[in-house]
């Protein structure tokens, strides 16, 4: 028990690092995947056949490519090629172009599950497309997201382990707990340790988007 | 995109036996997936029942159990299990495996990835499942308690059949999620495709020519994304079939349930 305390409280800074890494990389990668996420969502709408099927293509490729195969091309693939490209961007944008796939499906749905009579109503009311949208679509629309988004955002913070691990080498949570347990032969603590701070942070989202839910429920 | 598209990048495919060596890689991949889909499944639904159980200790363990194993990365569990497995069992799975077994899998490494990529994958699809199973509508169970049913005898011949057809869409999406999560196995040193990728780029492996990364990741991506369009196709399919068998018309699906697959 003294060893599972002080491999914590010994390594406190490292761990904080790793716990602070994942972190950032999880939000900077969600920005990514909610920006791209939405144009691709806006591609698959359009009323444009071209943009559809680049739209289409795109959430294809990117929901059936692993994540792993991503970061061995974006980050040893253009290195070879020549393109100077750093861990932390590679694994950034590998992770967010990735999820943002998952994000662009989530919103189309989103979209999708509002009736059509919702943008005839506000028409007829004198809303320009613009407001019917603002106003009578998306608000109705974010509802029916969240859930979505929020499994989105836990899938995420499980998959940034694999950047570290993976050739990239970042310093999360996972890699902190791997260095942690080679220095001290103390493999069960440390990989505890990093259990603990990955269920925290699942934790912390699993509440926050129940929090959300009840907040924008419908009351009838 | 010269660079890309140059021919002389891609003169590896078709030398000696690179193309065949990455595809042989691939090949152990989807023995892999294949066992982890079929136990995932069956333990899967294991957990689910547990979870359902009416006597409350069974329900809570189980439910803790599948939080837990749902909510880390599947990477921590592989890594953890490669390093903390007691060497008696890859020794005692070598022993067992019976000889016909693809020569990928002989390996006793291969014990840690599978029993990751099960006890990850079990936890999610029993979460599904249960959500199938509670979408249905309460009168189910009753009205089939009420003809005389036993508990095991409703869940058998009523509820099961019609939960599990509403999982069936979201149970696909995590079977290719599974599909794509075999790569990370790579990290326990199995022969499989990313370490024969790796292998081919390295210094001329096979007849001198090198091998590009980039091209290299490239195929093995386009492979994994024909393999898994084919999946989803093979599930709607089914779910077209089904519909038409059982005439019950559109399969309805459980919101909620397909973003649980990433």
Known sequence: MDGLISVLTDNFDEWLAGFWVTLRIVVIAFAIAMVVGTLVAAFRIAPNKLLQRLGGIYVETFRNIPLLVLLFISFAGFRRAGLDIGPWEAGIASLGLYTAAYVAEALRSGVFSVSKGQIEAALSLGYTYGQAMRRVVFPQAFRTVISPLGSLIIAMIKNSAIIGVSLLALDDLLKTARVISARGFQTDEAFFWAAMGYLTLTGLATFTIRVLEKRYAIHR | ?262
């Open chain 2, 1 to 262: 995109m010269t660079y890309l598209f140059d021919p002389d990048n891609w003169e590896w495919v078709i030398t000696q036996n690179n193309f065949r060596f990455i595809l042989e890689g691939f090949l152990v991949n989807l023995e892999i997936a294949i066992i982890a889909m079929v136990l995932s499944l069956i333990v899967g639904l294991a957990l689910a029942l547990a979870r359902l159980a009416p006597w409350k200790p069974v329900s809570i363990a189980a439910g803790t159990w599948i939080d837990v194993f749902r909510n880390l990365p599947l990477i921590f569990i592989i890594l953890y299990l490669s390093l903390t497995i007691p060497g008696a069992w890859p020794d005692a799975y070598e022993d067992a495996i019976p000889g016909w077994f693809p020569e990928g899998l002989q390996s006793g490494r291969v014990l840690a990835a599978i029993i990751g990529l099960v006890l990850y994958n079990s936890a999610v699809l029993a979460e599904i499942m249960r959500a199938g199973i509670l979408s249905l509508d309460r009168g189910q169970n009753e009205a089939a308690r009420a003809l005389g049913m036993s508990y095991r005898q409703s869940m058998r011949r009523v509820v099961l059949p019609q939960g599990l057809r509403r999982m069936v869409p979201a149970t696909v999406s995590q079977l290719i999620t599974l599909n794509k999560d075999t790569t990370l196995v790579s990290i326990v040193a199995i022969q499989e495709v990313m370490r024969h990728g790796r292998i081919v780029t390295g210094a001329n492996f096979f007849g001198g020519v090198q091998a590009p990364v980039l091209q290299v990741f490239l195929l093995i991506g386009f492979m994994f994304i024909v393999v898994n369009l084919l999946l989803s196709r093979l599930s709607r399919r089914l779910e077209i079939r089904e519909s038409k068998r059982t005439a019950v018309g559109r399969v309805k699906r459980v919101r909620g349930l397909e973003e649980q697959a990433i």
